[in-house]
C-alpha cells in the first residue's frame, strides 16, 4: 500500500470516529439532556478532515508530457486525459475524484456544464488551425473551447480517491492571458506543484526558470516544488553519463536562483505509463518513476498532510472524546443534583427526628426535675405555713377555718402560677408552641375542722379541812352546857372532834371544759400530710397530662416527619433505579468513547510512521 493509500485510510477511519462522536454527542444530547456544546466543533472537524485533500498542480512549457505523467500517476487503463503528439492540452483541467466518470465544464461566463467523459477533448484539447485534420477525433471544438474556463473532470480513480487532486495545465509559455490567469489562480492554491523539465533539451531553460521565480516561488512556499527532468529513456548512450551532470547542474541553478532546495527525480512519463498498462515492472523499475512517486507522496504527507490531520487528530481527542469521557465518567458514578437534593432532604428529616427526640428526651429530665422541685417547695410551704399557725384556748373554730384559709388559698394561687410558668418555660424549650397547655389549678379546699372536736370535759375535786377543831370546840361547848362537869367538857370536846374528822374526810367535785391544744396540733400535723399529698397527687396529674401532650405533639411530629420520609424515600427508591438504569446505558456510551480515544491514539502513531 502507498503511503498517500495509507494516509487516506487513516483519514477515513478518522471520518467514522468523528461520525461516531457525533452520534455519541446527539445521544447524550437527545436522550440524556446532556449538551456538551461540541456539536459545532464536531462539525467543523468533519469538515477539515473531508477537505484535508492534496491540490498538484502540474506545470510546465508545452509537450514538457504534463499529461502523460499525470495518466502515469493515475495508473488507469484508460487515458484520462490527451497524450497525443501534437500539443493538445488547451484548457486547464482539475481532475477529482466520484463514483461515476463525468465532467463538468466551467464556461467563462460563469454558467456550468455537465459533459460525458468522451466529450472532453472537445471543450478542452486543441482545435485544428487549418481543414486538413478538422476531422481528428482528438481535436477540440474551436467554440467550445474559446467558452472554456476549464475542466472540471470526476473520475472513479484509486489514487483520486485518496484524496489527491490534480491539476493539469496549459503551457506555462502559453500567450493567451486568460489561461495564464486561470493557471496561476490553481498553483496558488496547490499544495505541491510539480515542474517538468525535458532532459532532451539539456533540463532547465532560463524562460522556465524565469517562470518559476516570477509565478510559482513568490506565491508558494519553497517546499511546494518538486522539479520532474522527464523523458530520461529516450537519451542516446552516449547521452546517458550526461544526466547526472544535467540533475545537478539544474539543482545548482534553482538552489543559486531561488536560494531554496527543490528535490529533482529523473523520470520517463510514458514508460511508466506504458509499464502499468502492461504489468511490466521492468520497464517500470528503468522509468524511475516509483522514485518520484514515492518523493511526491512523503512531501505531501510530511508537509501537508500530516500536519494538518495530526492537528485535526488532537482536536477530535482533546476537545470531542476527552471531554466526552471525562462527562460521561462522572455522570455514571455521581448522582444527578435531584437525587442528591432528594438525599440531603432524607438526611435533613432523619436529623429533624433525632433532634426532636433528643430534645425531648432532655425535656424528660427537666420535666422530672421541676416535678420534683415543685413537690418539694409545695411541701416545705405547707408544712411552713401550718406550724405557723397559733391556737389559743378561745379559738372558735370560724376563727380556726379563717386561720387555715388564709394559709391554703395563696398556696393554691402561688403554685397554680408556678406550674403554669413551668410548662410554658418547657415548650419553649421545645419550640412546641402549638402544644395545649393543662388547665391546671390547684384546689386543695379548707380542712373541715371543728374545734369542740376538741375541748375536753375535767371535774376538779376539793376537801374540807379544820372541821374536826372546830367540831370539837363545838361539842366542848355542848357538853358544858349538859354537862357542868370537866369531864363533860373533855367528852363533848372529843365528841365534836370525832363528828369534825368525819366532815373534813368528805370530797368536793367540781366539772370544768378545756381546749386540747396539743390534740388540735396533731391533727392539723396530719391534715398538713393530708393536704401535701393531695397537692402532690394534683402535680402529679397536671404533670402527666403534660406529658401525655407532649407525648402526644412528639409522636403527631414523629408520624408526620415518617411519612414525608417514606414518600421521599420512595422517591429515592424510584430516581436511583431510574438513575441506575440510566449508569449502565451512560456505562455504554463511555465504553464507546473510551474506544474512540483508543482509536485515535493508534492512528496518531499510525500518522507518525509514515
Not at 90 to 114: F, Q, W
Not at 293 to 311: H, S, V, Y
Not at 456 to 470: P, R
Not at 551 to 569: I, P
Request: proline share 2%; hydrophobic share 35%.
Amino acid at each position: 500500500m502507498s503511503s498517500i493509500a495509507e494516509f487516506s485510510t487513516i483519514k477515513h477511519n478518522l471520518l467514522n470516529n468523528i461520525l461516531e462522536a457525533k452520534t455519541l454527542e446527539s445521544d447524550l444530547r437527545k436522550n440524556f439532556q446532556i449538551d456538551l456544546t461540541i456539536k459545532e466543533r464536531i462539525e467543523r472537524i468533519q469538515n477539515n478532515i473531508q477537505s484535508t485533500n492534496f491540490t498538484v498542480a502540474v506545470v510546465g512549457v508545452i509537450k514538457r508530457g504534463k499529461s502523460t505523467l499525470l495518466n502515469a500517476i493515475l495508473g488507469d487503463k484508460i487515458e484520462i486525459l490527451s497524450t497525443n503528439v501534437t500539443p493538445e492540452t488547451a484548457k486547464l483541467s482539475y481532475l477529482v475524484y466520484d463514483d461515476d466518470p463525468y465532467a463538468i465544464i466551467h464556461k467563462t461566463n460563469g454558467e456550468k456544464e455537465r459533459i460525458k467523459i468522451e466529450d472532453l477533448g472537445k471543450y478542452t484539447n486543441s482545435f485544428p488551425k487549418t481543414r486538413l485534420n478538422i476531422r481528428h477525433k482528438h481535436k477540440g471544438v474551436k467554440e467550445l473551447v474559446m467558452s472554456t474556463k476549464y475542466a472540471e473532470i470526476h473520475y472513479p480513480n484509486e489514487y483520486l480517491k485518496n484524496g489527491v487532486r490534480f491539476v493539469d495545465t496549459p503551457g506555462v509559455d502559453d500567450p493567451d492571458p486568460d489561461r495564464s490567469r486561470v493557471t496561476e489562480e490553481f498553483i496558488s492554491s496547490a499544495d505541491a506543484v510539480i515542474f517538468l523539465i525535458d532532459v532532451l533539451e539539456g533540463g532547465l531553460k532560463e524562460s522556465e526558470l524565469i517562470f518559476m521565480k516570477n509565478r510559482i516561488i513568490n506565491r508558494k512556499s519553497s517546499k511546494g516544488v518538486i522539479c520532474v527532468c522527464n523523458k530520461i529513456l529516450a537519451l542516446r548512450k552516449f547521452q546517458q553519463n550526461e544526466l547526472n551532470d544535467v540533475l545537478i547542474n539544474t539543482k545548482d541553478v534553482l538552489k543559486k536562483e531561488l536560494n531554496i532546495e527543490v528535490p529533482i527525480f529523473p523520470v520517463d512519463a510514458k514508460a511508466a505509463y506504458q509499464g502499468k498498462l502492461e504489468n511490466n515492472e521492468s520497464l517500470l523499475e528503468k522509468s524511475r518513476f516509483h522514485e518520484f512517486l514515492d518523493g511526491l507522496e512523503t512531501f505531501l504527507i510530511n508537509e501537508k498532510g500530516k500536519i494538518a490531520l495530526k492537528r485535526l487528530l488532537i482536536d477530535l481527542k482533546a476537545n470531542i472524546i476527552e471531554p466526552i469521557i471525562e462527562t460521561l465518567s462522572f455522570s455514571v458514578i455521581n448522582r444527578p443534583n435531584e437525587l442528591t437534593e432528594i438525599t440531603n432532604q432524607l438526611v435533613a428529616y432523619k436529623k429533624s427526628i433525632n433532634a426532636q427526640k433528643e430534645k425531648v428526651d432532655k425535656l424528660q429530665t427537666k420535666i422530672n426535675n421541676e416535678k420534683s422541685n415543685l413537690k418539694s417547695s409545695i411541701e416545705s410551704e405547707i408544712r411552713t405555713k401550718f406550724k405557723n399557725i397559733i391556737i389559743n384556748n378561745n379559738d372558735a373554730t370560724v376563727q380556726l377555718r379563717n386561720n387555715l384559709a388564709k394559709v391554703i388559698e395563696p398556696i393554691n394561687t402561688k403554685f397554680t402560677n408556678q406550674i403554669k410558668h413551668i410548662f410554658s418555660d418547657l415548650l419553649k424549650d421545645l419550640d412546641a408552641y402549638e402544644v395545649r397547655l393543662p388547665n391546671a389549678k390547684l384546689m386543695v379546699e379548707t380542712p373541715n375542722i371543728s374545734i369542740d372536736d376538741f375541748y375536753v370535759t375535767k371535774q376538779i375535786i376539793s376537801q374540807t379541812s379544820g372541821a374536826s377543831l372546830a367540831s370539837a370546840g363545838i361539842g366542848a361547848a355542848a357538853a358544858g352546857l349538859l354537862f357542868a362537869t370537866g369531864i363533860g367538857v373533855i367528852i363533848g370536846a372529843y365528841i365534836g372532834y370525832k363528828i369534825g374528822q368525819e366532815i373534813d374526810n368528805q370530797q368536793v367535785v367540781k366539772t370544768t371544759k378545756e381546749l386540747d391544744i396539743k390534740s388540735v396540733q396533731n391533727k392539723l400535723s396530719e391534715m398538713t400530710g393530708e393536704i401535701i399529698t393531695s397537692y402532690i397527687n394534683s402535680v402529679d396529674i397536671y404533670f402527666q397530662q403534660f406529658q401525655s401532650e407532649i407525648n402526644t405533639w412528639f409522636n403527631n411530629k414523629e408520624e408526620e416527619l415518617n411519612s414525608k420520609m417514606q414518600m421521599v424515600e420512595n422517591i429515592k427508591s424510584q430516581k436511583e433505579s431510574e438513575f441506575e438504569n440510566i449508569s449502565k446505558e451512560l456505562s455504554i456510551y463511555l465504553d464507546k468513547a473510551k474506544s474512540l480515544l483508543e482509536l485515535t491514539n493508534n492512528y496518531l502513531l499510525k500518522l507518525e510512521e509514515l
